[in-house]
C-alpha cells in the first residue's frame, strides 16, 4: 500500500518501470536457468497427502525451511518436481526433505542415482509412504539409507551415512529444516519463536548439507542477509541476481549497504558488469584471477545484476 511509507509511492513506481524498461531487455534471456549443481525435489504428492492440516507435519515447513536454509547459506539449487524426478541426474547432489510420498517408480530413480555415484540427503521418513500416503511396512529406500524404520525410529536423533553402490546417502530423521522454519517464524503466526534457536536449527541443517562435499557454484563472503541467485544462459553467460536485506525489518524498508566478493568460475577473456537496481553508483571491481576462477568485489545498495558474458 503506497500510502503506508514514504519509500514506496507513484515516484518508486514510476522509477522501476522506467529502469524495467530500459534494462529489461538484456536480463530476460529464456534460456536463463538456475547456475546450481544442487537439487531441491518438491514433493507435491507429500503435500496432498501427508500431514493433511496437523501443523508437526506439515509439508510446507520442510520444503520452505529448506529454502530459507539455502538461500542464507549461499548455496545455489534448482527445485524438481515429483512428476520430472529424473532430472536429479543432472546434478551433484540432491536434497529429500520430509519427502514422505514416494512411489515405487520414483525410488527406483533415486535407488539409480545414487547407485551411479550422486548423492542424496533425506530427513524425515522419507519414501515411508507410497505416492498416496499410504504407509508402507518399510522404508522404500531403505536399502540405499542402509537403515531399516524400526532403527530410525528408536533413535530420531540419529545421523545416517552409507554408501550404496558409487554413490552416498545420509539420512537424518531429525528434520532440523522443519525446525527452522518454526522457529524463524516467517509467517509470523505467533508461535513460540526464536532466532538463536533459527540460527541453530540452520547449522545443524547445513552440516548435514555440508556432509554431501558439494562445492556450491558460486562462493562468498556476503551475509546471510543478501541473497544471491545464480543463472546461467545456454550460451554459458551467468547472471547473479542480488537481493540486499540487510536491515531491513517493521522498523526501516531501506537496507544497509554491504560490501562482499563473489568467487566463480569465469574465463580469462569474460566481460563483466555490475547493473546497480535504480541507481548506478561504480560498485564492482574485479580482485583476483586464479586460473579459470575470479573473485570480484561488490559494493550493493538495494541490489542488481551482476553478469559475466563469455565465460
Not at 569465469?266 to 541507481?279: G, K, P, Q, R
Amino acid at each position: 500500500d503506497e500510502g503506508m511509507t514514504a519509500e514506496v509511492d507513484s515516484n518508486f513506481y514510476r522509477d522501476l518501470y522506467m529502469w524495467m524498461d530500459k534494462n529489461g531487455a538484456p536480463l530476460a534471456d529464456s534460456t536463463l536457468r538456475p547456475y546450481a549443481n544442487v537439487a531441491l525435489v518438491f514433493s507435491q504428492q507429500t503435500l496432498d497427502f501427508v500431514g493433511r492440516g496437523t501443523w508437526e507435519d506439515e509439508y510446507y515447513a520442510n520444503f520452505y525451511g529448506t529454502q530459507m536454509i539455502l538461500l542464507e547459506s549461499h548455496i545455489p539449487y534448482e527445485v524438481i518436481p515429483d512428476s520430472n524426478l529424473a532430472r536429479i541426474n543432472e546434478f551433484d547432489a540432491v536434497i529429500l526433505a520430509g519427502v514422505e510420498a514416494i512411489s515405487d517408480a520414483q525410488a527406483e530413480v533415486i535407488r539409480a542415482y545414487v547407485n551411479e555415484g550422486g548423492k542424496i540427503l533425506a530427513t524425515g521418513y522419507t519414501s515411508l509412504r507410497d505416492e498416496y500416503g499410504n504407509e508402507r511396512d518399510e522404508l522404500a529406500l531403505a536399502d540405499v539409507f542402509g537403515a531399516t524404520l524400526s532403527e530410525i525410529s528408536a533413535d530420531e536423533g540419529v545421523f545416517i551415512e552409507h554408501q550404496f553402490g558409487a554413490g552416498y546417502a545420509y539420512l537424518s530423521p531429525e528434520m532440523h529444516e522443519q525446525g527452522y522454519f518454526w522457529e524463524a517464524d516467517p509467517e509470523n503466526n505467533e508461535k513460540v519463536s526464536s532466532a538463536d534457536g533459527a540460527e541453530d536449527e540452520r547449522l545443524a541443517f547445513l552440516g548435514q548439507i555440508n556432509r554431501l562435499g558439494v562445492a556450491p557454484t558460486i562462493q562468498t563472503d556476503a551475509a546471510s542477509t543478501v541473497v544471491l541467485l545464480p543463472y546461467r544462459s545456454s550460451s554459458g553467460d551467468v547472471q547473479v541476481a542480488v537481493i540486499n536485506f540487510t536491515g531491513v525489518g517493521t522498523a526501516s524498508s531501506i537496507p544497509e549497504v554491504q560490501n562482499f566478493s563473489i568467487i566463480l568460475n569465469a574465463s580469462e577473456n569474460a566481460t563483466l558488469s555490475w547493473l546497480e537496481l535504480l541507481e548506478s553508483p561504480e560498485t564492482l571491481a574485479v580482485t583476483s584471477e586464479d586460473g579459470d576462477q575470479i573473485a570480484i568485489q561488490l559494493r550493493v545498495n538495494a541490489g542488481g545484476v551482476l553478469r559475466i558474458m563469455g565465460e
